[in-house]
T-cell receptor, first 112, second 114 residues
């Protein structure tokens, strides 16, 4: 079945780059997503990548996909204290309105 | 502004009671979803609906029920059969399409069983 794994915690210094990693098990994943969640709130989409792409960049965010190793990463450049929150990796195995399968989330702490 | 609204934000229930969580969207999205979030557990899918008058069970549907009588609304009932209902419940919706399934989430409802 589908499974998405993330490390639970990451701590970085302000101004450094953060790299949040994710692995997934289903090789037929079509899209992979990154969401963030502020305390007590819903999830907010950051970016997504199609499985035939290796990289996607959006301002301070860079997504890298290694389909062979089923590994996805989110790099946040120049990390700020305001980036401290929980980040979720997710996948879908078919296009269309297939529900997303989420990882357990990585809590990013940025130290000033 | 278009969005997805969940109510109530906080809900307390006595054991043995059924409660219904509301989810309304004005985004004209076809699909709607309910996820449950527990600390350290991530999000787990309860039910989803891709079209009015149709819905499918997710991974943890036992003890829950839903209806989809209108495109805008997808209420979730937490029944007394749900053994551990205290959790944060998230509703989401998405547009019908063949590409990425971008979910828009509500702000969540926190249910506490006393």
């Amino acid at each position: 079945g589908e499974d998405v794994e993330q490390s639970l915690f990451l701590s970085v210094r302000e101004g450094d780059s953060s790299v949040i990693n994710c692995t997934y098990t289903d090789s037929s994943s079509t899209y992979l997503y990154w969401y963030k969640q502020e305390p007590g709130a819903g999830l907010q989409l950051l970016t997504y990548i199609f499985s035939n792409m290796d990289m996607k960049q959006d301002q301070r965010l860079t997504v890298l996909l290694n389909k062979k190793d089923k590994h996805l990463s989110l790099r946040i450049a120049d990390t700020q204290t305001g980036d401290s929150t929980i980040y979720f990796c997710a996948e879908t195995i078919r296009s269309g309105n297939t529900p997303l399968v989420f990882g357990k989330g990585t809590r990013l702490s940025v130290i000033a | 502004d278009g969005g997805i609204t969940q109510s109530p934000k906080y809900l307390f229930r006595k054991e043995g009671q059924n409660v219904t969580l509301s989810c309304e969207q004005n985004l004209n999205h076809d699909a709607m979803y309910w996820y449950r979030q527990d600390p350290g557990q991530g999000l787990r899918l309860i039910y989803y609906s891709q079209i009015v008058n149709d819905f499918q069970k997710g991974d943890i549907a036992e003890g829950y029920s839903v209806s989809r009588e209108k495109k805008e609304s997808f209420p979730l009932t937490v029944t007394s059969a749900q053994k551990n209902p205290t959790a944060f419940y998230l509703c989401a919706s998405s547009r019908q399409g063949s590409g990425a399934n971008v979910l828009t989430f509500g702000a969540g409802s926190r249910l506490t069983v006393l």
